[in-house]
């Protein structure tokens, strides 16, 4: 029975009653001297709970005086992150963003700075619970939530990590209100502002994401030189949230392409600037209705026409870089698997809710599937209708701030 108390013994530093005969550790690491976690250095014991620990089975926080089960998205984010041996890492909570620590056995909210209990149950039914048990509250919402951030390894200290990579936009901000308008703006207009729970800007500071954006500028010169435009443009990109995440750690080179032969090829889809409306059925929907999007800068070169059932998995001929369904009125771009990582840059995220009739709407506008049996489907862009006529908007980034210029 899991405890209902504020206290609990730890059997044997990490080791339950029901067995006393741990794990193989396998290539997990067997030291804690040099283990960090979000409130600096772990106990030690905190560090053999996590390092003797099996693949964890139930993973709980503590809340109002007793153990309560994390849901069902959060729980397999946190079984990634450990199979991965990250035990520091971002979650969605319901609506809020949270950082779990399993090195210190706490959770803690990415706005709000409030901490909670974690503890957790392995295949092998070994029970892994911190000394002292306390809510302070984490999972309460507030003003303005939080987006993605990456998973954090923990070679790297972690409370660096959970900012290196995104800028929440001040609600009040007029970055904000741009980035809310052009979203908006490629919406159906029964979409409001009151639908946009918060917006994340993409701001490379740690290594990887330097170097990942730096792999970014020397293909976009590149790609001028080449063809003399390299035919930028801001584009939306819709997927599950465990995607996004995986993107915003490792970039689009993790992202998973559609299989071959689905609307337009095996690639990575992105929609137009004003059609963000086209990509919300490729989102994954969280229990309280909870959703994201990216807003990209992609090089999209020369491209070619992919029509629909394509095979397609790369450029036909050295002289194209990219595929689109229609150069005329273009509904769907796709950019190859091979050029992924190089060619698309996250720009911003965008977490927005929609009511489960909303959702029912936009799921119905959309009849091409992935494969036989999808998890997820593709929209056919060309059956969605525009809700508004195209805005033209040029969008600027420079240091933290963005800028729409209208251009009609």
């Not at 014991?45 to 007793?66: A, F, M, T």
């Not at 153990?67 to 946190?78: G, V």
């Not at 490379?204 to 954006?213: A, K, R, S």
Request: neutral net charge; charged residues 20%.
């Amino acid at each position: 029975m899991d405890p209902k108390g504020s206290k609990r013994p730890v059997e044997e530093e990490g080791t339950a009653q029901s067995s006393t005969e741990l794990p193989p550790v396998g290539t997990r690491r067997t030291s804690v001297r040099n283990l960090s976690c979000w409130h600096g250095k772990p106990d030690q014991k905190s560090c053999r709970n996590y390092l003797n620990s099996g693949l964890p089975r139930r993973v709980l926080h503590y809340k109002r005086g007793e153990w309560t089960d994390f849901p069902e998205s959060a729980r397999e984010a946190i079984i990634d992150g450990f199979r991965l041996q990250m035990p520091c890492m971002a979650v969605f909570f319901g609506c809020q963003l949270m950082v779990v620590d399993l090195l210190c056995m706490v959770m803690s909210n990415s706005m709000t700075n409030k901490h909670a209990s974690v503890a957790w149950i392995d295949e092998a039914d070994r029970c892994f619970f911190p000394w002292l048990s306390f809510d302070g509250g984490a999972d309460e919402p507030s003003e303005q939530i939080s987006g993605p951030v990456r998973p954090q390894a923990y070679s790297v200290p972690a409370p660096q990590m959970v900012t290196a990579n995104i800028l929440n936009l001040q609600r009040d901000s007029v970055s904000f209100a741009l980035m809310e308008k052009l979203f908006l703006l490629g919406m159906p207009s029964f979409v409001e502002p009151e639908n946009v729970v918060c917006i994340c800007e993409c701001v490379p500071e740690d290594t990887n994401g330097q170097v990942q954006y730096q792999a970014f500028e020397s293909q976009l010169r590149s790609m001028r030189e080449k063809r003399g435009n390299a035919n930028a443009k801001h584009l939306w990109f819709g997927s599950t949230t465990q995607e996004i995440l995986r993107i915003l750690t490792y970039g689009f080179g993790s992202a998973v392409a559609p299989t071959a032969g689905a609307a337009f090829g095996s690639g990575i889809y992105l929609t137009p600037q004003h059609r963000p409306f086209s990509s919300v059925n490729l989102c994954s929907v969280d229990g309280n209705g909870v959703q994201c999007m990216l807003l990209c800068q992609v090089i999209l070169g020369n491209m070619e026409q992919v029509r629909p059932g394509s095979l397609q998995n790369s450029p036909s001929s050295d002289e194209y870089d990219s595929g689109v369904d229609d150069h005329a009125a273009p509904t769907c771009f796709v950019v190859w698997a091979s050029h992924a990582n190089t060619r698309i840059h996250p720009r911003c995220v965008f977490i927005f809710r929609l009511p489960p009739d909303l959702q029912e709407y936009f799921f119905d506008l959309s009849d091409v599937r992935f494969d036989k049996n999808p998890i997820r489907k593709v929209p056919d862009f060309k059956r969605l209708s525009d809700p508004v006529s195209e805005p033209t908007f040029s969008l600027h980034a420079n240091k933290r701030s963005y800028r729409l210029q209208d251009t009609r």
